[in-house]
């Protein structure tokens, strides 16, 4: 598995030096923003505490002194015995009217959409709780009316909504500053202890008007009594100054202390069924006085929390400034610094990472090409050197532009190597067709002086094996670039160029014919296709079983002349059909080293010497099928139709055919052992050749209409039968005049001195061809051997 380090490798350099640079950049904005967002919130938090304080300030205190005042009547209402008239009853009723504006006024606040964004969710459920204790006091109200509750319950009644908005209060959040914090909370403790001590009065009003302490009524009141002075006691332990010095005068005052007594009188002679032991009158002359004394002191603490609250935000505000805006112009400096310099950096190194990429790939690439096609370079001038400053990335340029100089260097050293070497391949290659040319030419010496058949047959596969020899020296001439000595200067038939190809494979015993209409092929390309087919249909055996055939196959075709061979082999991947048709279409480089190939290559160097296409394609046979298609400039002579003959017509083109086959050297008689005997095939329609024309020249050999089939041909001392040489061929590829006749280039008069009786290999060819032809038609009219028993008779048409 590939460490991260390698995945980093890959990357491009602007990705490099942006990584390079985004964390420090990140963490600066990472800090900015925690920053900001601190202040942000502490900034938050008094914009939230503004909002709900307009809920929870004025108005929840004016619910809940409404609700007390409402609950000391409803006590005084149900200790009088509810009766319709008195003042008791009137005085509730307009109490309850005014409970009703003051939940209406606070039902709208707290249905405010920016007072529910404001509080976090907890105190929304508070809030709706509290919402629900109103509503459920309508129905309580009825109960009270209709006397079934007593007065303990109807406490609980006012009891819970109060609560309700106590426990809300709790849930408030704070602010970041904690004496602000404290001293909120301070305020909702002393209105607590306020509402316990509206608890008292309204307990002791309804015992005054009834008389007596009812079931508990004595203990409530004394538990009452003891959580209001607990509350305080918690409350002003720890009052700041300011609250300390307006909580001071209201302890030391009257009032204070008369209620203080007045509750130990309770505390100590309060008893079940027992009568208040105070004066109603005092109690109510000292709690009014005393309540109106912690309202204020609730009031004018809570201005000055105000106060102190001035500062806080003044303080906050300025921190809210110094992270935001300081901070944002170190972050943008930042960034800009970055964007610079990393900009700088990545222009930098890609220019000089393109100039090196334009070197490898296109310069170096256009040098050698230039190299190729033999033109003369300056090296100073190709490689200019990279001028990318003095500092690291100039020196790398510089290291770049050392490296430029040498490729370039080695680039010229390696094209005068390549030159050297065609010129090694053209003078090995000239001085072996040389060699061979003899070869072929004592050969044909030797054929005709051997009368024993299976010598003549040894001589025979040692002239074909030459032949396949001076095509493999051709090799070596296109691999040079350069041209082969062979070439004609008139249209040749493509029968004759394709039966010109087969002679020069190894297994040609094993090619089959198909139809091949008649056409012809320019002068100039028939060396090269000749030479073209043989290395196709070689490589056609080679890759096919040996009791299998290769068949050949041509048409005419609006883009040119189509020749089919199609083996029955093992065939080739798709993949390597694709690769092998991409390298016939666009021929690569020659490289020494992917020698298996060089047939591949020597093919496409010759299609696209002559624009002709080659195509590969796989085989219904399960073998490969390849196509070449010869364009229409190099096609003269073509027909569409063939020529209608009569049988006899038919079976005199079949001889000639045959006859044709071996002076072309693609029959070849074997005395002495016959291939292996194929398994069965399908039989194979030979479309009969229309005859070629009797030439318009003087030759120096008989018209094939002039040879006789009878039987009584003009025979020899041997008795062999005469043949009359060329009489079948093809007036292109008749003997020239001696003035015209060339071999690979050579004047044949200039050749003759090399050779015997001033003979050409292919003169001396041709006679023992036709040598051989008459040795089989001899032996075939003395009877001694059928055309069922003999291996190289030619296929009949069906």
Not at 69 to 80: G, H, K, P
Not at 372 to 392: F, M, S
Not at 781 to 791: E, L, R
């Amino acid at each position: 598995m590939r460490s991260p380090s390698w995945r980093i490798r890959t990357w491009s350099i602007r990705a490099k030096i942006i990584t390079l640079l985004l964390p420090p950049l990140a963490s600066l904005v990472v800090m900015w923003v925690f920053a900001t967002t601190l202040t942000a919130g502490d900034t938050a938090e008094l914009l939230n505490s503004q909002t709900y304080f307009a809920l929870s300030g004025k108005p929840s205190e004016n619910v809940i002194v409404a609700l007390q005042r409402e609950r000391m009547l409803t006590q005084v209402y149900l200790a009088s015995g509810r009766q319709e008239g008195r003042p008791e009853t009137t005085a509730l009723n307009e109490q309850r009217a005014k409970v009703d504006e003051v939940l209406t006024d606070f039902r709208r606040r707290a249905a405010d959409n920016n007072l529910q964004d404001a509080i976090p969710e907890v105190s929304r459920g508070r809030l709706r709780e509290v919402i629900n204790q109103f509503d459920q006091l309508a129905a309580d109200r009825t109960r009270i009316t209709l006397g079934q509750i007593d007065r303990a319950e109807a406490m609980d009644v006012y009891n819970w909504p109060i609560d309700a908005i106590y426990h809300w209060y709790d849930s408030l959040p704070g602010i970041s500053n904690a004496q602000l914090t404290r001293n909120a909370l301070i305020v909702i403790a002393t209105s607590r202890g306020r509402e316990q001590l509206a608890r008292e009065d309204a307990m002791i009003n309804g015992v005054a008007t009834a008389g007596k302490f009812q079931k508990t009524e004595s203990s409530d009141l004394i538990a009452t009594i003891g959580a209001k002075r607990n509350v305080y006691a918690d409350a002003t332990y720890d009052l700041p100054k300011g609250g300390q010095a307006i909580w001071d005068p209201i302890v030391t005052s009257d009032s204070y202390k008369r209620v203080q007594d007045l509750e130990n009188k309770i505390m100590s002679d309060a008893r079940a069924g027992a009568g208040l032991p105070i004066d109603i009158n005092a109690w109510r002359d000292a709690y009014d006085k005393l309540v109106t004394q912690l309202r204020n002191f609730d009031l004018r603490f809570g201005e000055v929390i105000v106060a102190d609250a001035g500062p806080v935000a003044t303080g906050i505000l300025l921190r809210v400034i110094g992270a935001g805006v300081l901070g944002l112009i170190a972050v943008v400096l930042s960034i800009l610094l970055s964007i610079r310099i990393g900009r700088s950096l990545i222009r930098r190194l890609v220019g000089l990472r393109q100039d090196a990429q334009d070197l490898a790939d296109v310069r170096l690439p256009a040098l050698v090409a230039k190299l190729r096609h033999g033109e003369k370079i300056d090296v100073v001038t190709a490689a200019p050197p990279l001028e990318w400053g003095t500092d690291e990335i100039g020196k790398v340029g510089n290291a770049f532009s050392a490296v430029q100089r040498t490729a370039v260097e080695s680039a010229v050293h390696e094209a005068q190597l390549r030159q050297g070497l065609n010129e090694v391949f053209l003078n090995i290659a000239r001085r072996s067709q040389t060699l061979l040319h003899r070869q072929l030419g004592l050969l044909d010496r030797m054929e005709r002086r051997t009368t024993d058949p299976e010598e003549l047959e040894d001589l025979f596969r040692v002239d074909h094996l030459a032949t396949r020899m001076r095509r493999h020296a051709e090799d070596l001439v296109i691999l040079a670039g350069a041209a082969p000595g062979r070439g004609w200067r008139h249209p040749v038939p493509m029968v004759d160029v394709i039966r010109g190809a087969v002679s020069e494979v190894e297994d040609y015993v094993r090619v089959g014919f198909l139809a091949l209409p008649e056409a012809s092929l320019v002068g100039r390309a028939v060396a090269d296709v000749i030479h073209l087919l043989a290395e196709v249909i070689e490589n056609a055996t080679a890759y096919s079983p040996p009791h299998t055939r290769v068949q050949i196959s041509g048409q005419l075709v609006p883009n040119g002349y189509a020749i089919e061979i199609e083996d029955r082999g093992l065939g080739m991947a798709p993949e390597a059909i694709e690769d092998a048709n991409q390298r016939l279409a666009q021929p690569p480089d020659f490289d020494p080293a992917n020698s298996a190939r060089l047939g591949l290559f020597v093919v496409a160097l010759l299609a696209a010497r002559h624009g002709v296409r080659v195509t590969l394609r796989a085989s219904a046979y399960g073998g490969i099928t390849a196509v070449v298609l010869v364009p229409p400039h190099l096609i003269t002579g073509a027909s569409h139709e063939l020529t209608a003959s009569t049988p006899a017509e038919e079976r005199q083109a079949a001889e000639e055919t045959v006859l044709e086959l071996e002076a072309a050297d693609v029959i070849r008689p074997t005395a002495v052992a016959a291939p292996p005997t194929p398994e069965p095939q399908p039989v194979e329609y030979v479309v009969p050749l229309p005859v070629a024309p009797a030439p318009t020249v003087p030759v120096q050999r008989a018209p094939v209409e002039d040879r006789d089939d009878s039987g009584d041909a003009d025979l020899t001392d041997d008795g062999l039968p005469r043949r009359r040489r060329q009489a079948s061929l093809a007036p292109q590829l008749r003997e020239r005049p001696e003035e015209e006749r060339t071999v690979d280039g050579i004047p044949a008069a200039q050749f003759a001195t090399t050779t015997v009786g001033g003979r050409s290999p292919e003169q001396t060819r041709a006679m023992m061809t036709s040598l051989q032809a008459g040795f089989t038609k001899g032996r075939r009219d003395a009877g001694q051997i059928t055309p069922g028993d003999d291996p190289n008779a030619p296929e009949r048409d069906a």
